[in-house]
């Protein structure tokens, strides 16, 4: 039997492209020798998982970036020189402007394709950033940023942090009304500063505000910097994800010693090739019809107008709303001004988030001593703290960003303004605890439920009725797929217990205050339903309260572990600290 | 000249994969055997056998794939005719002299074109990894990352034998006085950036309001009388004459009047500083300097729109609400000899945000 290429059934493939691709292979390799390495490329197993795909938009929204940005480059002028306007866009006729704006005009009404490409630009950044928020939120919860993938997850924060910079930056280029705006409120900002604000806002501006330099400075920073920055993390964040291999979902098979999936030629090309597709048809089409960053109905920037509701892009919502919530603190500090109204909110919340983000993978680490690697994602709920903490920051920052639009929201439910910002003022504080809270509530009852699928098998919904007349709902023991999911839970924790054995000494790293901090963290950190173990009853039930939380931890141990549970964990490594 | 490319057996990184030739000896202007040495079909002599394959090379379904392949070839073609029909309303559709019909006319075709060459090259590609290539799962064992004990030990060797053998760490003479040179160096850059600005100096505390100077309306240029106000009520953007190109100046001294029924201004409003109960405050807000230039009627707020600070009008603008900590300054104001509205001095304290100079 061959298949309708002529290839005979053992799958060796012949013929003219056969042939080319062998000269090819044998010319390459004679100076490369890369034929092993890429053998090993080409068959390189990645895992599959739709959440798997939020950093490929990302990426892919980058790519776009950089080749929509190269073509803007190529017609926008960079220059606070004023001009006057003539131009397809009669409503401007005779204007005064600078020559960016008036460029950015000419870019959407005199060149081809420009409003298109400028468009798309646009669509692209915010969906960068969306992607790369969904992105991190999915390396959050899942547990993907311990050991050893730290590297990487601190490269997302510094990528995040760039990707906000660059994109103020650049929507601030056209020097249109609305982002002339956010550039005096940038001015605004670094003036608060204390100490150096004033001259950090003179150094940036070239002098006062707005000056004549600052578009082509911000221009600079926008095309090569930053982007060269990005460029360089994003390849070694491929580089590392590539080279620790990806990690996969809880499944049947998967363990922490191997990765299953499909390679990467043909499959994983093909398929990845397909999303890039996607994401720039899907971004053609809202540069085709969602009209965003409309400039000319804008008009050019003069500092003593503004438009209303006015607002900045999506990502720089929190940032707004923090500014908007604060209440209008200042110290006169020995003739100086410390304008907290201002420093606060600008680095503050953000500076939260940020830090704590990029710490929290060794605070956790550090408390439950666990130093192993982790392959195997964990399932939100399994870590409640975690995901708890995950959400009390997804509260924080859309408190915050919903704040950066009270004036909307006040409009469309007509409630007062004030009383949206005196919410918020309460909201910032209360609802990450309400967040955290409810969520590791949630979490913990996932978790019962869980035990109780795996131990009396989930319910079918079929009621039968006895001979006897009574109505039973019939169980069945849960698919053996969904089985390896749901025994892939693991005990978080491995820090020594409290104290080793019956003398209640404590054991060394739970000593001393700070000992006393870790074991707290720890306690906390690894709250945990136990699971499931074999025998039906006990720890299945009756968790409702707190106190069997170090039984967590030992109730995993290999020896009472389920049939079917895979036993290849890491031994805790207690060497390391 | 032989064109071998034989590896001497004792070069380093080579002599333990113990190759004795990857390409043998061969006359130049001759092709090469590839038969022998193809990387997609017959291995290499003295290599072990190519592993058994992993991939099956059939879609399960003959039948089913023969539809996909024709569903994909459609929609590659369908691709095709879009990416024509790009260019072709590249080229066919102006956009200078038609206005802004012709713009929305030409983004809608090369948008459109561009949309449907791009989801259709999709969706073609994942109907032919669902439906044409076979399913597979392969299992890749994973190692953990870190080195062997052997080779960390080598490495630290490596390194101490480097440190060691460069005198880094013999001579610290050499090691103080480099890391000496190296620290002006990287403080140079940070100097050079001095001049990227002039020094705030008090530039901060002025704007170009001078006593004598003309209140213009903002976008007409007109220098103002009271007499001009027929009702109380609207605010009105006004600034310095002679200045309105001048963005640098405007950005300070922007200003704003509203004039009020007697008796409406209250404390600690200074009506010296008022012309006929009309009243000019600075326009730059004193949170972050955005223009304040909402302002309701019956209740005399002025807000912001950036940060909704709330200036009470009828009372100094002070502040009612919001992240602003101080009342937006009051222009003296007065009237000239042609009876026009012209400030009587700068303002007497810096407009807009705050900073650490201001005190």
Redesign the interface.
């Known amino acids: 039997m061959s ?1 309708p290429n002529g ?1 005979p ?6 013929g003219p492209v ?2 080319l ?3 090819t ?2 010319f390459l ?2 100076r490369l020798r890369a ?1 092993k390495s890429t053998r090993t490329f080409l ?3 990645f895992p599959d998982h739709w959440s798997f795909l939020l950093g490929e938009i990302a990426l892919y929204s980058f790519i776009i970036l950089l080749l929509t940005g190269t073509f803007l480059t190529l017609f926008f002028k960079p220059s606070m020189n ?1 001009v006057v306007y003539h131009g ?3 409503q401007l006729d005779g204007v ?1 402007m600078s020559e960016a704006y008036a460029s950015t005009l000419n870019i ?6 420009g ?2 490409m400028r468009q798309i630009h646009h669509w692209a950044a915010d969906l960068f950033m969306a992607a790369l928020i969904a992105h991190m939120l999915r390396i959050f919860f899942t547990g993907a940023y311990r050991k ?1 993938r730290e590297f990487n997850w601190l490269i997302g924060i510094v990528l995040f942090t760039l990707g906000m910079l660059e994109g103020l930056f650049g929507y601030s280029l056209p020097d249109d009304l609305l982002s002339g ?1 956010g550039l ?2 940038t ?3 670094a ?9 950090l ?11 004549t ?1 600052i578009i082509p400075r911000l221009y600079i920073i926008h095309v090569l910097l930053i982007p060269g920055l990005l460029l360089a993390l994003i390849t070694a964040h491929l580089f590392f994800m590539f080279h ?2 990806h990690t996969q979902m809880p499944g049947k ?1 998967h363990t ?8 990467m030629y ?2 994983f090309m ?2 990845t ?6 994401i ?3 971004l ?2 809202l ?3 969602a009209q965003i960053n409309p400039i000319w109905l804008y008009g050019p ?10 607002q900045p892009d999506f990502y720089m919502g929190p940032l ?1 709303g923090s ?8 110290w ?1 500090l020995a ?5 907290w ?2 420093v606060i ?1 600008a680095l503050v919340p953000l500076g939260l988030i940020f830090t704590g983000a990029a710490l929290w993978p060794f605070i956790e680490r550090w408390a439950t001593g666990d130093y192993s ?1 982790h ?1 195997v994602n964990d399932r939100p709920r399994n870590a409640a703290t975690r995901t708890g903490i995950g959400m009390a920051a997804i509260a924080f920052y859309g408190i915050l960003w919903l704040e950066g639009a ?2 909307v929201i006040a409009d469309h439910l007509d409630i007062s ?2 009383l949206t ?1 005196e919410i918020a003022r309460y909201a910032i504080f209360i609802g990450p605890v309400v967040a955290y809270w409810v969520t590791k509530r949630i979490c913990l009852g996932l978790q019962r439920k869980d035990n109780e699928s795996l131990l009396h098998g989930y319910e079918t919904g079929i009621i039968e009725m006895t001979p006897e007349g009574e109505f039973i709902e019939r169980h069945a023991p849960v698919p053996e797929e969904q089985r390896a999911v749901l025994l892939a839970k693991r005990p978080v924790a491995e820090l020594p217990a409290p104290s080793d054995g019956d003398d209640e000494v404590p054991a060394p790293a739970t000593r001393g205050p700070v000992g006393k901090v870790r074991l707290a963290l720890a306690r906390v950190i690894t709250e945990q339903v136990p699971a499931a173990t074999g025998d039906g009853h006990g720890n299945g039930h009756g968790n409702g309260h707190h106190e069997p939380e170090r039984a967590a931890v030992t109730a995993g141990e290999p020896g009472k572990a389920l049939p079917g549970q895979d036993e290849a964990g890491d031994p805790p490594d207690s060497g390391s600290h | 000249m032989s064109g071998t490319e034989d590896y001497p057996a004792d070069l380093p990184g080579h002599g333990e994969e113990a190759e004795p030739s990857r390409a043998p000896h061969r006359v130049i202007g001759t092709p090469p055997p590839a038969e022998q040495r193809t990387l997609l079909g017959t291995a290499v002599q003295d290599s072990p056998p190519p592993a058994p394959r992993e991939l099956p090379s059939d879609p399960p379904d003959p039948v089913k794939a023969k539809r996909a392949e024709r569903i994909v070839a459609a929609l590659f073609i369908l691709s095709m005719l879009a990416g024509i029909g790009f260019i072709a309303a590249y080229i066919g559709l102006e956009v200078n002299s038609g206005g802004l019909d012709a713009v929305f006319r030409s983004n809608l075709a090369l948008g459109v074109s561009m949309s449907v060459a791009f989801l259709a090259l999709g969706v073609g590609a994942v109907i032919w990894v669902r439906s044409l290539m076979p399913d597979v799962e392969l299992t890749e064992e994973r190692h953990p990352l870190a080195s062997s004990e052997a080779d960390r030990a080598a490495f630290k060797e490596t390194f101490e034998e480097g440190a060691d053998t460069s005198q880094f760490v013999k001579r610290p003479l050499l090691r103080r006085t480099l890391i000496a040179a190296s620290i002006p160096l990287g403080l140079a850059p940070l100097v050079l950036l001095r001049d990227m600005g002039p020094l705030p100096g008090t530039s901060l505390r002025h704007t170009v309001w001078r006593a004598g100077l003309r209140l213009t309306l903002a976008g007409s240029n007109q220098p103002i009388k009271p007499e001009d106000f027929n009702t109380p009520g609207s605010m009105i953007t006004v600034i310095p004459q002679g200045y309105q190109d001048d963005d640098n100046a405007i950005a300070k001294a922007a200003v704003i009047i509203i004039k009020f029924e007697p008796g409406q201004l209250t404390h600690p409003t200074n009506m010296n500083w008022t012309v006929d109960n009309i009243v000019a405050y600075s326009k730059i807000c004193t949170h972050v300097g955005c223009p304040v230039a909402l302002y309701e009627q019956t209740t005399h707020h002025i807000l912001c729109p950036c940060h909704q600070s709330t200036f009470d009008a009828t009372a100094g603008a002070t502040v009612l609400f919001g992240p602003a900590p101080r009342p937006l300054p009051q222009l003296p104001m007065g009237v000239d000899s042609e009876g026009y509205l012209i400030a009587k001095h700068d303002f007497y304290e810096p407009v807009g945000p705050s900073f650490w100079e201001r005190g």
């Open positions: 298949t290839a059934a053992n799958g060796q493939v012949e056969a042939k691709l062998d000269q292979g044998v390799d004679d034929a068959r390189k197993v004023t397809v866009y009669t005064r959407s009404f005199d060149v081809r394709g409003l298109l050893p705006t005096r409120i001015e605004g900002v003036l608060g500063i204390p100490i150096v604000g004033t001259y806002s003179f150094f940036l501006f070239g002098g006062q505000f707005p000056g330099d620790q291999k098979g922490n010693t191997n990765v299953v999936g499909q390679p043909p499959y093909a398929k090739g397909a999303w890039f597709m996607f720039f048809g899907f053609a089409v540069g085709t019809f920037y003069t500092p003593a107008a503004i438009s209303a509701g006015s707004e500014l908007r919530m604060m209440p209008s603190w200042t006169d003739g100086h001004t410390v304008a109204n201002v909110p690697e392959h009270n004036d303004l004030y910002t």
